[in-house]
């Protein structure tokens, strides 16, 4: 099973240098406001796109990230605008069944160059499955979710194999529902429907609306990687609780690595816990950005479960290091 | 204004949280110290209290910070216990993150520190041994070897205006309890008991005084009438060597901030 491993950044956005290492199952980013992680987010598809990325599963390009910024000039992409320096963008992936496996792929944008890459040429990795996993690198971000595009793109694709059927076990594990199954209309209006009456999904709550099409994206995805900012929108923390349960039970079946970053201690524990369940192995990265410089620090589980414990939280630990 | 960094205050029992608790209230110790909360059904004694330490001072899969950790003497020198304590600390990291190593830091007087180093990150941690074993009259006149945080706290049962500062224990003059603390001592070690740290005492006043509250109670009031009835100096000086201790910690942990 592919993974990505790590990730470094040169002069990226508001990153002078930063690194990421221990990436495992189930990642959790979290620190302040302007710490990088939704750079870190972007590096990944930026990558990506050295690897047989075009479009995410949504069929949104790499020109996304410069509309969500409202930013077209380029040059914002250059740390401080200064285009005397290259971005250069390293993930490192690994092949579990391959042990001491390792691809290094690299996304550069010379100094006052249109963007461009390279691939080092060091295919340790079968070129296939690497490409495989790039191809759809996915983000998912809280407006997304109230996209009806969403069912529309992904409804005759989830019925030709009957992937329906989990996700409506999902939903009724997740909210506590008793729903039967789904139809779209032909209309384009997803309808819930119960024993004895439907309800079109839009008449749903948002925490509803956006697991479930949460879950639709994740159930087209395999053998990838989805990155989900702020999966907690919406949801009690009793529903994030199962939501997680249900979406890194979905990650494990489907072999798709999940990274999310969060501001929420909620969803820290909730995925900490989810992953266990699910026999997925977790991370979460305390992200923090001094003059440029980005320190990652890496926890395990126990370590999370142990500083909480102790009355610290891992959302702040730059308040004691 | 940066923000100050936090230390965590690590200790071993439920009695030593109170007393350092309201040694915190009295203004004892610099603002930027929080006491952990130590969960003892998971992180049980000493050995667990460098469990639960680890990941705050660990750089590698841990937080790299600043911690000060209150060890009691018990039957130990200062430089054995410390010598346990790197050990064991050492012993852990190992189970866990080889590339870590333990290394001596700056010393002053009886408080020793060490640096959790792993490249360019580090934690530090300050070692306190609490317990009083210079104290004659604990040794020679209650015959204790055994020490411990409660020396202080007992120290502070023994002074006259603290004892009477406290109204719990109005009904057992202070010259009796003092007469009270031999004999009950006495009668234990006749009958086979063991009476060889300044915990007994404070559980002896405890019966005598006929308090229900815990310990942990009677130890809260000593504190905090003590701090009241002496005023600072006087309670500064009671308190001697400890709270030299805890600033030396502050100073050890100071330097080299950012390294």
């Given at each position: 099973?592919?993974?990505?491993?790590?990730?470094?950044?040169?002069?990226?956005?508001?990153?002078?240098?930063?690194?990421?290492?221990?990436?495992?199952?189930?990642?959790?980013?979290?620190?302040?406001?302007?710490?990088?992680?939704?750079?870190?987010?972007?590096?990944?598809?930026?990558v990506?796109s050295?690897?047989?990325?075009?479009?995410?599963?949504?069929?949104?390009d790499?020109?996304?990230?410069?509309?969500?910024?409202?930013?077209?000039?380029?040059?914002?992409?250059?740390?401080?605008?200064?285009?005397?320096?290259?971005v250069?963008?390293?993930?490192?992936?690994?092949?579990?069944?391959?042990?001491?496996?390792r691809?290094?792929?690299?996304?550069?944008?010379?100094?006052?160059?249109?963007?461009?890459g390279?691939?080092?040429?060091?295919?340790?990795?079968?070129?296939?499955?690497?490409?495989?996993?790039?191809?759809?690198?996915?983000?998912?971000?809280?407006?997304?979710?109230?996209?009806?595009?969403i069912?529309?793109?992904?409804?005759?694709a989830?019925?030709?194999?009957?992937?329906?059927k989990?996700?409506?076990?999902?939903?009724?594990?997740?909210?506590?529902?008793?729903?039967?199954?789904?139809?779209?209309?032909?209309?384009?209006?997803?309808?819930?429907?119960?024993?004895?009456?439907?309800?079109?999904?839009?008449?749903?709550?948002?925490?509803?609306?956006?697991?479930?099409?949460?879950?639709i994206?994740?159930?087209?995805?395999?053998?990838?990687?989805?990155?989900?900012?702020?999966?907690?929108?919406?949801?009690?923390?009793?529903s994030?609780?199962?939501?997680?349960?249900?979406?890194?039970?979905?990650?494990?079946?489907?072999?798709?690595?999940?990274?999310?970053s969060?501001?929420?201690?909620?969803?820290?524990?909730?995925?900490?816990?989810?992953?266990?369940?699910?026999?997925?192995?977790?991370?979460?990265?305390?992200?923090t950005?001094?003059?440029?410089?980005?320190?990652?620090?890496?926890?395990?589980?126990e370590?999370?479960?142990?500083?909480?414990?102790?009355?610290?939280?891992?959302?702040?630990?730059?308040?004691?290091? | 204004?940066?923000?100050?960094?936090?230390?965590?205050?690590?200790?071993?029992?439920?009695d030593?949280?109170?007393?350092?608790?309201?040694?915190?209230?009295?203004?004892?110790?610099?603002?930027?110290?929080?006491?952990?909360?130590?969960?003892?059904?998971?992180?049980?004694?000493?050995?667990?209290?460098?469990?639960?330490?680890?990941?705050?001072?660990?750089?590698?899969?841990?937080?790299?910070?600043?911690?000060?950790?209150?060890?009691?003497?018990?039957?130990?020198?200062?430089?054995?216990?410390?010598?346990?304590?790197?050990?064991?600390?050492?012993?852990?990291?190992?189970?866990?993150?080889?590339?870590?190593?333990?290394?001596d830091?700056?010393?002053?007087?009886?408080?020793?520190?060490?640096?959790?180093?792993?490249?360019?990150?580090?934690g530090?941690?300050?070692?306190v041994?609490?317990g009083?074993?210079?104290?004659?009259?604990?040794?020679?006149?209650?015959?204790?070897d055994?020490?411990?945080?409660?020396?202080?706290?007992?120290?502070?049962?023994?002074n006259q205006?603290?004892?009477?500062?406290?109204?719990?224990?109005?009904?057992?003059?202070?010259?009796?309890?003092?007469?009270?603390?031999?004999?009950?001592?006495?009668?234990?070690?006749?009958?086979?008991?063991?009476?060889?740290?300044?915990?007994?005492?404070?559980?002896?006043?405890?019966a005598?005084?006929?308090?229900?509250?815990?310990?942990?109670?009677?130890?809260?009031?000593?504190?905090?009438?003590?701090?009241?009835?002496?005023?600072?100096?006087?309670?500064?000086q009671l308190?001697?060597?400890?709270?030299?201790?805890?600033?030396?910690?502050?100073?050890?942990?100071a330097?080299?901030?950012?390294?």
């Amino acid at each position: 099973m592919i993974r990505l491993q790590s990730i470094s950044i040169e002069c990226f956005r508001g990153i002078r240098e930063g690194r990421i290492k221990g990436l495992t199952d189930v990642n959790l980013l979290v620190g302040r406001n302007n710490s990088g992680k939704t750079t870190v987010v972007e590096s990944i598809q930026r990558v990506a796109s050295q690897a047989g990325f075009k479009h995410d599963i949504l069929g949104r390009d790499l020109s996304f990230w410069q509309s969500m910024r409202q930013a077209s000039s380029q040059d914002l992409m250059w740390y401080r605008q200064d285009k005397s320096k290259d971005v250069v963008i390293t993930g490192s992936i690994t092949e579990s069944t391959s042990p001491g496996s390792r691809q290094d792929i690299t996304f550069r944008i010379p100094g006052n160059m249109p963007p461009g890459g390279v691939v080092i040429p060091r295919f340790s990795i079968d070129e296939q499955r690497m490409r495989t996993f790039f191809s759809v690198i996915s983000v998912l971000r809280p407006f997304d979710a109230f996209s009806p595009q969403i069912e529309q793109k992904f409804w005759p694709a989830l019925l030709s194999n009957r992937r329906d059927k989990g996700l409506t076990t999902a939903l009724n594990e997740v909210f506590g529902l008793n729903a039967e199954s789904f139809q779209l209309l032909p209309n384009n209006q997803l309808m819930v429907l119960f024993d004895n009456y439907g309800l079109p999904l839009d008449s749903q709550g948002d925490g509803t609306r956006t697991a479930v099409r949460t879950m639709i994206v994740l159930t087209m995805m395999r053998d990838t990687l989805l990155m989900l900012e702020e999966p907690e929108c919406h949801q009690h923390p009793g529903s994030l609780e199962r939501f997680s349960a249900a979406l890194c039970k979905l990650a494990k079946s489907q072999n798709v690595q999940l990274i999310i970053s969060t501001h929420s201690i909620d969803c820290v524990r909730s995925f900490m816990l989810a992953a266990r369940t699910a026999k997925s192995e977790a991370a979460v990265f305390h992200l923090t950005l001094n003059d440029g410089k980005q320190d990652a620090r890496r926890l395990d589980p126990e370590a999370v479960e142990t500083l909480t414990s102790t009355g610290i939280d891992v959302r702040c630990l730059d308040l004691y290091a | 204004m940066p923000e100050t960094k936090k230390t965590l205050v690590f200790y071993e029992g439920d009695d030593d949280k109170v007393f350092l608790q309201k040694l915190r209230d009295a203004g004892i110790w610099p603002a930027e110290w929080d006491l952990a909360a130590r969960t003892k059904e998971q992180f049980s004694g000493k050995d667990g209290l460098i469990r639960q330490l680890l990941p705050v001072v660990n750089p590698e899969n841990g937080v790299g910070g600043h911690a000060v950790v209150l060890i009691d003497h018990d039957e130990m020198s200062i430089d054995e216990r410390a010598e346990w304590f790197k050990k064991n600390l050492s012993d852990e990291i190992s189970r866990t993150a080889s590339v870590v190593q333990v290394v001596d830091g700056p010393t002053e007087g009886r408080v020793k520190s060490y640096r959790i180093v792993s490249g360019d990150r580090a934690g530090k941690v300050a070692l306190v041994v609490v317990g009083h074993p210079a104290d004659e009259e604990l040794k020679n006149t209650y015959k204790i070897d055994r020490f411990a945080i409660d020396d202080w706290v007992f120290r502070l049962a023994l002074n006259q205006s603290v004892y009477e500062a406290v109204s719990d224990l109005e009904r057992v003059p202070y010259a009796i309890a003092k007469t009270k603390y031999l004999e009950v001592a006495e009668l234990f070690r006749k009958n086979g008991l063991e009476v060889r740290k300044s915990k007994t005492y404070i559980q002896i006043l405890r019966a005598l005084a006929a308090i229900g509250p815990s310990t942990a109670t009677i130890v809260g009031r000593l504190v905090k009438k003590g701090a009241e009835a002496l005023g600072e100096t006087q309670f500064r000086q009671l308190l001697q060597p400890f709270i030299d201790d805890l600033d030396a910690a502050a100073r050890v942990l100071a330097i080299g901030i950012n390294n």
